[in-house]
């Protein structure tokens, strides 16, 4: 399946982080699906508001707005978050912007971005019970590992 995600909400969650509690990150918009140099599946996420993340490497804090993220298993998706009413977690690696992309190339380079870390997304909740559930499964992916 290869439906458009522009415009689709999701929540990412950050799973390894250099600091015993991860940041958490506020919900976002998929901006747009972007062309790599290895293969086509990479999306531009843009956060609904800033989020500072302390990085032992980094001597200030980064300031996060926008990331481009990946499936982290081979042939995921994140079609996959949204192609259901079950609601699923799909793992992700995740790399932070160094330098503005030009919104009218649809590719990007490595050169472009530092890796950030390896995560999680979900779509955002569309009712209380669902929000419960999500919140469940990030204890049980937080736990166990990611699915």
């Known amino acids: 399946m290869d439906m458009s995600l522009a415009g689709k909400r999701l929540q990412v969650f950050i799973g390894e982080f250099d600091t015993k509690e991860p940041p ?62 079950k609601h699923v977690f799909v793992p992700l690696t995740i790399w932070k912007l160094i330098e503005p992309f030009d919104a009218k190339v649809d590719g990007f380079d490595f050169s ?15 009712s209380g019970q669902e929000a419960s559930n999500i919140r469940e499964g990030r204890e049980r992916n937080r736990d166990h590992g990611s699915q």
Not at 50 to 62: D, H, I, L
Not at 68 to 74: F, I, K
Not at 113 to 126: D, L, S, W
Request: contains cysteine.
């Open 112 to 126: 472009q971005v530092e890796y950030f870390t390896r995560g999680y997304a979900t779509r955002i909740a569309k």
């Open 24 to 85: 958490e990150l506020p919900p976002g918009t998929i901006a747009r699906r972007l062309a790599g140099p290895d293969h086509d599946r990479y999306w531009l996420v843009q956060l609904d508001t800033q989020a500072e993340c302390r990085v032992w490497k980094a001597a200030a804090p980064w300031v996060v707005h926008m990331f481009v993220v990946a499936p982290a298993g081979m042939g995921d998706s994140l079609d996959r978050l949204f192609a259901t009413e």
